[in-house]
């Protein structure tokens, strides 16, 4: 398969640790894959769905500990513990290497070693990056061969070169008290023990294309991001590209792959969908910023996913795609979770294996972290630049998160540095993509607190200096939140669609077409200039969630003071003078 001397040396050493059976490569080919399936099938890892309703789809359950991602248990194994940084857990790579050699040694007695060589962007783009990962999990096999690209094509572009990450998974008995998320950026290595969950052993996803890769990026003059990427068409046929940064399960899947509203759709608006999770960032020939997504599929969170929220993301999982902890429709064979439909089915098995009745059960069917897992060129709006190695320019990055209250539906920060600080002061409530408490209010920066590999003060100064080398080209900087709530509770902003609304005053702005209002915090739009046309909101209710409230920014400003406490002396000066001209503002 290869001749790599680092690749083989590494793979001897890794066969002598965890003494597979067998070693079996995959070679990216349709036959290997769908003999993978079916002897995933006959072992009960994976269940075939209807193949008229669902061609060439699963469905798999973790097990019951195991369904979300675990930031307790994650680690930077830097040298130095400064350089991991306040916000993440550190461990002397020393000695993690030799706890989790413990954890792995002997751990694939009597199963198969899986070599799943992978490329992180289009095969051979100046973007992409090349990763090995080592696994004994089938389901991890198919979902890597859906999320990235793999096979014989990555050997021949990768040739002798020791540039390449390491990941070694191993699922051992998913024990939770044994069960870490590795990384060591000096080494390119990540290791992952003790889980079988999406985000914690999809070793090219969050560990590689975030961790491994912001550090990367830090030391190489690039961006890995949190990332959605999309591509709004006008009625001109001119496409202007965003990105936008919002945290675990606060709505990029669906931003991405947004359908305009009627009126918009009439005047012959589309988006395009160029990623929908991750984003990777560089200057281009031209001096702008241009971003690909590393990614070949989606990952997106199943629940509240149906035909009217998302009729994109539902289509995109109607073949080829694994279900992970939905629930499973007996009668016809296929699948079912919360707010898919009014229509729970009555003969099911919920998300844990149990027998169950949607019509009649307290318990959910599905889990509210249930993923889907589906092929990128189902989707109907993905961009025709998906596959381009060039990437797309942006024009916009856009910060967002869920907040009750405070922030308003969206606002435009001054200038590139006041844009990084409205970056890093992100607060979010918490939601099930983690484990842990959800609804909590806690701070972002990027939506990147769980996934910077390295001192996230170290983090935001890289983001300066970015906007340095970008000069007048950089992308203008904006910030959303679609999650304001009334009084009962209820979302106040229709969302959805809707956004897109939102984003033709973003993208009016970074044409300096329509003016704002300038605020304590940066620049907000006058109610009447966001186009309310065909729907049913009324402009008061659009100045309420656009409004900025002195008294809670006050707070806001003095939270924000306590979190940059954290990073010391890394604290970019920028920074802290922009948090005293937003405490002046507020005067
Ligand atoms: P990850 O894959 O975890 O990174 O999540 P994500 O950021 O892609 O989130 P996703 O688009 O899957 O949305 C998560 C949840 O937010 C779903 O339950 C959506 O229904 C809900 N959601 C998304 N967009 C909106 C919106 O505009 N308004 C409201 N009210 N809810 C939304
Ligand atoms: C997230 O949690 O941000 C995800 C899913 O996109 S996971 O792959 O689990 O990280
Ligand atoms: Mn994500």
């Avoid at 729970?344 to 889907?372: I, L, M, Q, Y």
Wanted: hydrophobic fraction near 35%; glycine fraction near 10%.
């Amino acid at each position: 398969m290869t001749k790599n001397p680092s690749v083989l040396k590494w793979l001897e050493d890794m066969k002598a640790l965890v003494t597979p059976d067998q070693v079996v490569w995959i070679d990216g080919s349709e036959e290997q894959l769908e003999a993978l399936r079916k002897e995933a099938c006959s072992t009960g890892e994976m269940i075939k769905l209807n193949e008229e309703k669902l061609p060439g789809c699963y469905l798999h359950r973790t097990a019951v500990n195991d369904v979300a991602r675990v930031e307790g248990r994650t680690f930077i194994c830097a040298r130095k513990e400064e350089d991991a940084g306040p916000t993440n857990h550190w461990m002397e790579p020393q000695s993690a290497y030799k706890m989790l050699y413990d954890i792995a040694r002997g751990s694939y007695k009597g199963r198969t070693m899986y070599v799943i060589p992978y490329s992180m962007g289009p095969i051979g783009s100046p973007f992409a990056k090349i990763g090995v990962e080592l696994t004994d999990s089938i389901y991890v096999v198919l979902n890597m061969a859906i999320m990235t690209r793999v096979g014989n094509k990555v050997w021949e572009v990768l040739g002798d070169s020791e540039d390449w990450v390491r990941g070694l998974h191993c699922k051992c008995d998913i024990d939770e008290e044994k069960r870490y998320i590795c990384h060591f950026p000096e080494d390119n290595t990540i290791i992952s023990v003790n889980s079988g969950y999406g985000g914690n052993v999809l070793l090219g996803k969050k560990c590689f294309a975030l961790r491994i890769a912001s550090f990367l990026g830090k030391n190489e003059g690039w961006m890995a991001e949190h990332m959605l990427i999309l591509g709004i068409e006008n009625p001109k046929g001119e496409i202007k590209y965003v990105t936008a940064a919002f945290p675990s399960a606060c709505g990029k899947t669906n931003l991405a792959m947004l359908i305009p509203p009627e009126g918009y759709r009439k005047n012959g608006y589309k988006v395009w969908t160029v990623g929908d999770d991750i984003a990777w960032m560089r200057i281009g020939p031209d001096g702008r910023l241009w971003a690909i997504n590393p990614e070949n599929g989606f990952f997106g969170v199943a629940p509240g996913t149906n035909e009217k929220s998302n009729p994109n993301a539902l289509h995109t999982t109607k073949a080829g795609t694994i279900f992970t902890n939905v629930a499973h429709n007996l009668d016809d064979n296929t699948v079912w979770w919360e707010g898919l439909d009014k229509n729970p089915p009555e003969n099911a098995v919920d998300w844990k294996g149990n027998p169950w009745n949607g019509k009649t059960s307290d318990v959910k069917g599905a889990h509210p972290n249930s993923r889907f897992t589906a092929p990128a060129k189902n989707c109907p709006c993905i961009s025709p630049k998906f596959d381009d190695g060039a990437g797309v320019p942006i024009s916009a990055i856009i910060f967002g998160g869920r907040r009750a209250q405070t922030t308003p539906l969206v606002y435009q920060s001054r200038d590139w540095n006041n844009g990084v600080f409205v970056g890093s002061i992100m607060a979010s409530e918490t939601t099930a993509a983690a484990t842990g408490a959800v609804g909590v209010v806690r701070r972002d920066p990027m939506a990147m607190l769980p996934f910077c590999g390295y001192h996230m003060g170290d983090y935001f100064k890289h983001w300066i200096e970015m906007g340095e080398k970008l000069g007048d080209k950089a992308p203008k900087i904006f910030n959303v939140n679609w999650f304001r709530l009334d009084e009962d509770g209820n979302f106040i902003w229709p969302g959805f669609g809707d956004n897109l609304r939102v984003l033709e005053w973003i993208i009016d702005r970074c044409e300096g077409k329509v003016g704002a209002e300038e605020t304590a915090i940066g620049y907000v739009p006058k109610a009447e200039d966001i186009n309310l046309e065909g729907l049913d909101f009324s402009i008061d209710t659009l100045k309420s969630i656009l409004a900025v409230n002195k008294d809670q920014w006050a707070t806001e400003a003095e939270g924000i003071e306590e979190f940059y406490t954290k990073f010391g002396g890394k604290l970019p000066a920028e920074l802290r003078k922009e948090l005293d001209t937003l405490k002046a503002n507020l005067k």
